[in-house]
């Protein structure tokens, strides 16, 4: 008999608190005191592969600067290879105006700002501030998570369990929350424990079934 489940549990945003830094704190602390305002720099660059983090972090910098003081003021720009020459334009004159005490800039991309395809001009721009290159994290790190997450849902992840999912699952930071849910979802329908068979059953039903995004 498979009971039926509500997920009680609140779908998350994005927010600084729940940003697993792992090798990039310093870049978190950089990317958070400028959205509060604290920063002496005006303007800060972040480039990574995809997954590594550019737009969680993005938009915690949004969600803060909307929960904040009126006068906080940021301007945010998520993937900036993609600009059009209107766009490109727009960016480079919001990066002139904070270096003159205009809103602060936060921006992302998929390469360092030398390597990017965008006019000169605004590349040397994106560079004036400071820069981040957000690491992947680690399969340490994805584990720290896992047991995290697990258990702000009461669930119980051994390690076997846990190593199981980092070398059969895809290993994606949004995936992997998804998983954790589902596995939630699956064990509890079935009443019984999070063991290497239920997760292997759980992984079985995702052609069917997949994980919704939490």
């Not at 549990?9 to 950089?30: H, K």
């Not at 395809?117 to 790190?141: I, N």
Request: contains cysteine; aromatic residues 4%.
């Amino acid at each position: 008999m498979r009971q039926l489940v509500l997920d009680l549990l609140a779908p998350r945003v994005p927010g600084f608190d729940n940003f697993l830094a792992g090798a990039n704190a310093e870049a978190l602390a950089s990317v958070r005191a400028l959205a509060e305002g604290r920063l002496a720099e005006s303007v800060v660059y972040l480039w990574g592969e995809a997954g590594c983090g550019r737009s969680h972090l993005l938009n915690a910098a949004s969600a803060s600067v909307l929960d904040a003081a009126a006068s906080s003021k940021l301007v945010v720009a998520d993937d900036v290879e993609r600009l059009d020459d209107a766009a490109q334009v727009a960016l480079f004159n919001r990066i002139n105006e904070a270096r003159e005490g205009g809103p602060s800039v936060l921006a992302a991309g998929n390469a360092p700002p030398s390597q990017l395809a965008l006019r000169e001009d605004l590349r040397s721009r994106l560079g004036w501030g400071l820069v981040y290159q957000l690491q992947p994290l680690t399969d340490a790190d994805k584990a720290d998570y896992l047991h995290a997450e697990s258990a702000r849902r009461g669930l119980a992840l051994g390690d076997g369990v846990i190593g199981y999912l980092l070398t059969r699952a895809r290993r994606d930071m949004a995936f992997l929350e998804a998983l954790v849910a589902h596995l939630d979802r699956h064990a509890l329908e079935h009443q019984r424990r999070v063991t290497i068979p239920l997760v292997r059953d759980a992984l079985g039903s995702l052609d069917h079934d997949p994980p919704r995004p939490v």
